[in-house]
């Protein structure tokens, strides 16, 4: 269905709380697609070829999981399967800099677009490879940092006007060099991380409480997180007043308005719709992607951020790192991926 007209008005008051520069960017794994990193999904699948590469025996098992509809869940029992002493060594060749990110005219204007901070689920570090060519500076750290966590935490209270302008990116989930107990990917980590009462739940309440939080590439699926948003919605929400934004694509068989009602009512989050191109693609039963319907194209997702970062954007260096390069074809990429380990393996 079409996108409705509100929307449009919605997009200008975003742009609007955005030149205030109070606000966080929370950046998903739709943002990373954008250079080639793997979504949601794609992670599952790559995880689920990694076990049957290590136990080949397994294949009908794994299929069978991968058939479930709770991803944390499938998280957790291919993680089991991989191994800790494989997990962390696989996570990091996954999401490793491949200097796509400094040449993506997406990443470049995300980074351009007046926030004041960044907070990220990604493992890549895509948004510090393009923020070096900023002329602010920044400084970047997981949340098992708890001094850096702490410094964040106070620097929340000032406003953008002192004389500290530093630029924050904290990795809420780790990054792809972490210690593998610091990944966060599966139904234990995420209990674990943001039981109730904890310091992340306290601290991604007072952000929520105190900050505009605008989603991006967010899938709206952690809902152990989303909660915290839920909590400060009903504490001190204001439904005429929406403290949040988040930037959503819209399939052709959704419909805009009661997406809008049920993320602004339950959770405080007011989204702004970009039109998602859907191309079905034929049955493959040797792909095994049970989350995909056909292949999308987030085109919209880069235009829509470069239309907010020219009218809200910082001043960015010159540079010359070469044109965007194109994702690649989601299957193509696996493929690739199980190829050049299976070589590796085999040196």
């Known amino acids: 269905m079409a996108i409705d007209n509100k929307n449009k008005e919605e997009k200008e008051n975003l742009k609007e709380m955005i030149k205030i520069k109070e606000s966080l960017a929370f950046i998903g794994a739709g943002c990373s697609k954008q250079c080639g990193y793997p979504s949601w999904s794609e992670l599952l699948q790559l995880m689920r070829n990694e076990v049957i590469e290590l136990y080949p025996k397994r294949e009908s098992e794994v299929d069978v999981l991968m058939q479930e509809r709770d991803r944390l869940w499938i998280a957790q029992e291919l993680r089991k399967s991989i191994g800790e002493e494989n997990f962390g060594p696989f996570i990091r060749r996954l ?83 972490s210690c593998s107990k610091n990944i966060i990917l599966s139904e234990r980590d995420y209990a674990k991380r943001y039981r109730k009462g904890n310091l992340a739940s306290k601290a991604l309440w007072m952000i929520a409480a105190i900050r505009h939080v605008i989603f991006i590439g967010f899938g709206f699926e952690d809902f152990d997180l989303l909660n915290i948003f839920r909590e400060v919605k009903w504490e001190l929400g204001n439904e005429k007043e929406p403290r949040h934004f988040a930037i959503i694509g819209l399939r052709p068989n959704e419909d805009s308005m009661p997406k809008r009602r049920h993320l602004l009512e339950k959770y405080g989050i007011l989204p702004i719709f970009y039109e998602v191109k859907v191309k079905q693609s034929g049955s493959c039963d040797s792909c095994k992607r049970p989350f995909s319907t056909g292949e999308e194209n987030h085109d919209n997702l880069k235009d829509l951020i470069s239309e907010i970062a020219s009218t809200t954007g910082c001043n960015v260096r010159e540079y010359t790192s070469g044109s965007q390069t194109a994702p690649l074809d989601e299957s193509y990429r696996l493929f690739e991926y199980t190829k050049r380990h299976i070589e590796e393996r085999r040196r």
């Open 95 to 177: 999401f490793e800099p491949q200097g796509g990110s400094q040449k993506s005219d997406f990443y470049r204007d995300l980074v351009n677009i007046n926030f004041r901070h960044f907070l990220t689920t990604n493992y890549d570090t895509s948004i510090e490879q393009c923020i070096r060519f900023l002329t602010t500076s920044f400084n970047s750290f997981c949340w098992h940092e708890k001094e850096k966590v702490q410094n964040f935490i106070r620097n929340l209270t000032r406003n953008s006007s002192s004389n500290d302008n530093t630029r924050f990116i904290l990795y809420l989930h780790g990054k792809y060099d």
